[in-house]
């Protein structure tokens, strides 16, 4: 996967951001990645899992110019979502749930660490209703954490999360193009597993009892 990816960025993206939003050009993840970091990352989930997620969001509690980031959830972290209803004015889909599993290790001290169940929950404007964010943790709504994130002081009516397949991006998920070369790899260990057991065995002393 490495080396396609490598194959795959022998040369630099071209990428054509607006004014507004250079910035992103050098951070624009949530980890301070820049976008050709991004793509990378991007490109080998394509290749391994078929599948990512990317969401839009923007920091809370900060005053003045606030830029946008992305945050990424890998295939495995987007545990459910909801794209059946259909818009009248687009004739299409629309995304109305997704929920994202953030289960992971939360320092509790200077040396202590715990799990925390954690899922975030993407629900979709409707007539009136605005799009909003839940936050659960062990399974319980924590509602100081729940949202109703706005770009330019203004609410949206969408969610602003794309699901990026192996060929496409839509909600269903694809499969891995890695997937045959993954199977045929496991059928070679398989098959010289057995071989080496059977060498074993053969070289082992076997007890024979005669009358």
Same mark, same amino acid.
């Given at each position: 996967?490495?080396?396609?990816?490598? @194959? &795959?960025? %022998?040369?630099?993206?071209?990428?054509?951001?607006?004014?507004?939003?250079?910035? &992103?050009? %050098?951070? *624009?993840?949530? @980890?301070?990645?820049?976008?050709?970091?991004?793509?990378?990352?991007?490109?080998?989930?394509?290749? $391994?899992?078929?599948?990512?997620?990317?969401?839009?969001?923007?920091?809370?509690?900060?005053?003045?110019? $606030?830029?946008?980031?992305?945050?990424?959830?890998?295939?495995? *972290?987007?545990?459910?979502?909801?794209?059946?209803?259909?818009? =009248?004015?687009?004739?299409?889909?629309?995304?109305? &749930?997704?929920?994202?599993?953030?289960?992971? =290790?939360?320092?509790?001290?200077?040396?202590?660490?715990?799990? @925390?169940?954690?899922?975030?929950?993407?629900?979709?404007?409707?007539?009136?209703?605005?799009?909003?964010?839940? $936050?659960?943790?062990?399974?319980?709504?924590?509602?100081?954490?729940?949202?109703?994130?706005?770009?330019?002081?203004?609410?949206?009516?969408?969610? =602003?999360?794309?699901?990026?397949?192996?060929?496409?991006?839509?909600? *269903?998920?694809?499969?891995?193009?890695?997937?045959?070369?993954?199977?045929?790899?496991?059928?070679?260990?398989?098959?010289?597993?057995?071989?080496?057991? %059977?060498?074993?065995?053969?070289?082992?002393?076997?007890?024979?009892?005669?009358?």
């Amino acid at each position: 996967a490495r080396a396609l990816v490598g @194959l &795959m960025h %022998t040369k630099p993206p071209s990428i054509e951001l607006p004014k507004a939003l250079e910035d &992103m050009r %050098t951070s *624009a993840t949530n @980890l301070g990645e820049s976008l050709e970091v991004l793509l990378r990352r991007i490109n080998e989930e394509q290749l $391994v899992t078929g599948r990512i997620g990317l969401l839009l969001d923007v920091p809370t509690g900060e005053s003045g110019t $606030v830029r946008p980031y992305i945050a990424t959830y890998g295939a495995t *972290a987007i545990t459910n979502w909801d794209d059946s209803d259909t818009d =009248p004015e687009l004739s299409r889909n629309k995304l109305n &749930m997704v929920v994202l599993d953030e289960t992971g =290790p939360v320092r509790v001290s200077d040396f202590d660490w715990e799990n @925390l169940e954690r899922h975030r929950v993407l629900k979709s404007g409707d007539k009136d209703k605005s799009y909003r964010v839940d $936050v659960y943790e062990n399974g319980k709504l924590v509602s100081d954490k729940a949202v109703e994130p706005e770009i330019s002081g203004k609410n949206l009516d969408f969610i =602003p999360f794309t699901f990026i397949n192996s060929a496409d991006i839509v909600a *269903a998920p694809d499969k891995p193009p890695l997937l045959g070369l993954s199977a045929l790899s496991l059928g070679i260990y398989r098959g010289e597993a057995d071989y080496r057991q %059977t060498l074993f065995l053969q070289s082992q002393d076997t007890l024979v009892v005669i009358g």
